[in-house]
């Protein structure tokens, strides 16, 4: 009898905590992915066959039952919960879901073939203001306009930023634009108009602290620096009284200058 698949669907489905959530494309960053190949409508000896996309290379990972990736073999799992002479149900389990597992799957069975992207939501790996450290005590000058730039990077999944002085949401005084290369998005928050205090630094911004905090599907980080303003230096002289020859003019100090024509 030869070998027959008409039809071939695959799915994801996700396992964070004791929950489990289904997705077209979707694991998490160290939960459990189970990529669900069925067949329907096949002969009693069709074989299935799973395989990844990864730098340009075709990897087997599995034919039928036994898998064949050696590189993840303590990761892979292949399951069979539903297993008949004209329906299959193969499920191909990764454990400790990592950023490399985000690439192209595909089963087949004959000229049946069916692929999807899995998209792994990983964690932002980077996270900063300026150029400054996380707790980091940045220096304002009293009535200036700081420019403030909050940049995140690393995450698989797209970013949101809000932007906080103290328990105070300032995100709309910014503007944002996003990136994205290999998968990895970046995030740039900045304003080069936005001032602490609605108008400028003034003294009671002093010790306020200035947090910038990305999230995606499942991550968050934050970063906060604390501002210490500068106040300006005045400078206030006086003099005692004397007086004081310069050629044939006498000059009375006494906290500012009197000329006495000769």
């Not at 494309?25 to 939960?31: D, I, L, M, P």
């Not at 698989?156 to 634009?177: L, N, P, Y």
């Not at 080069?192 to 990305?214: L, M, P, Q, S």
Request: charged share 20%.
């Amino acid at each position: 009898m030869v070998a027959i698949c008409l039809t071939l669907s695959l799915l994801v489905h996700f396992v964070t905590g004791e929950k489990v959530e289904l997705s077209a494309s979707t694991a998490v960053y160290k939960s459990k992915a189970t990529i669900t190949c069925e067949v329907t409508e096949t002969t009693f000896d069709s074989i299935v066959i799973l395989e990844r996309q990864q730098g340009g290379d075709t990897i087997l990972i599995s034919r039928n039952s036994e898998i064949h990736d050696l590189a993840n073999r303590n990761r892979y799992n292949i399951f069979l919960p539903k297993f008949e002479e004209t329906n299959k149900i193969y499920q191909l389990e990764i454990s400790d879901v990592e950023l490399k597992d985000g690439v192209t799957y595909s089963c087949r069975c004959e000229d049946a073939t069916d692929s999807l992207q899995l998209a792994v939501t990983g964690p932002i790996s980077s996270l900063t203001i300026n150029n400054y450290n996380a707790g980091e005590t940045v220096s304002l000058d009293i009535q200036d306009t700081p420019s403030l730039v909050c940049s995140a990077k690393g995450s698989s999944g797209a970013i949101t930023m809000k932007v906080f002085v103290d328990t105070e949401d300032v995100t709309s005084h910014f503007q944002s634009s996003q990136s994205q290369s290999n998968g990895v998005y970046s995030w740039v928050f900045t304003n080069k108009n936005y001032t602490i205090n609605n108008g400028v630094v003034k003294k009671d911004d002093e010790g306020k602290n200035f947090t910038c905090k990305a999230t995606n599907q499942q991550f968050d980080e934050q970063v906060m620096i604390i501002i210490h303003v500068l106040d300006k230096p005045t400078i206030a002289c006086a003099a005692n009284q004397h007086k004081t020859s310069i050629g044939a003019r006498n000059i009375d100090l006494v906290g500012q200058q009197k000329y006495k024509l000769p």
